[in-house]
């Protein structure tokens, strides 16, 4: 059950990514473009591992640091955005390592995914 709930879980992942509406593309500032550059990379490892709960460790803190990279540049809207995919891994890895909620936390972290900046 658990393999088969890593997998679904990084399928349903892959596409949020590939069907990622986006909040913003309007890279303006350098510090803006920095930002984005940097959540791009680090969201690309969702795809590696995110149901796991070691490279889910290691993500929230990127996270973390890309939250305050946009809050930095002045976009409040992509701030929230990765907040709320940080809020939702925060969940996962949380269902992940108790056995339970892993579906809902996955559908969080997809939502979230969907509308948060598009890379």
Same mark, same amino acid.
């Given at each position: 059950? &658990? ?38 990379? $680090? ?10 709960? $070691? *490279?889910?460790?290691?993500? +929230?803190?990127?996270?973390?640091? $890309?939250? &305050? ?10 701030? *929230? &955005? ?5 809020? *939702? ?14 579906? *809902?936390?996955?559908?969080? +972290?997809?939502?979230?995914?969907? &509308?948060?900046?598009?890379?």
């Amino acid at each position: 059950m &658990a393999a088969v709930a890593l997998v679904l879980v990084g399928a349903v992942v892959v596409v949020a990514l590939v069907l990622s509406g986006g909040t913003s593309t309007n890279a303006t500032s350098p510090a803006r473009r920095a930002a984005l550059r940097d959540y791009c990379h $680090d969201i690309g490892l969702v795809q590696v591992g995110v149901g796991r709960v $070691d *490279a889910l460790a290691r993500l +929230l803190p990127k996270l973390h640091r $890309d939250v &305050a990279k946009f809050t930095r540049a002045g976009d409040a809207k992509d701030a *929230a &955005a990765v907040k709320r995919i940080h809020q *939702a891994a925060t969940k996962l890895k949380r269902g992940l390592r108790t056995g339970s909620g892993v579906p *809902a936390a996955t559908t969080q +972290l997809t939502n979230a995914i969907g &509308a948060a900046p598009t890379c």
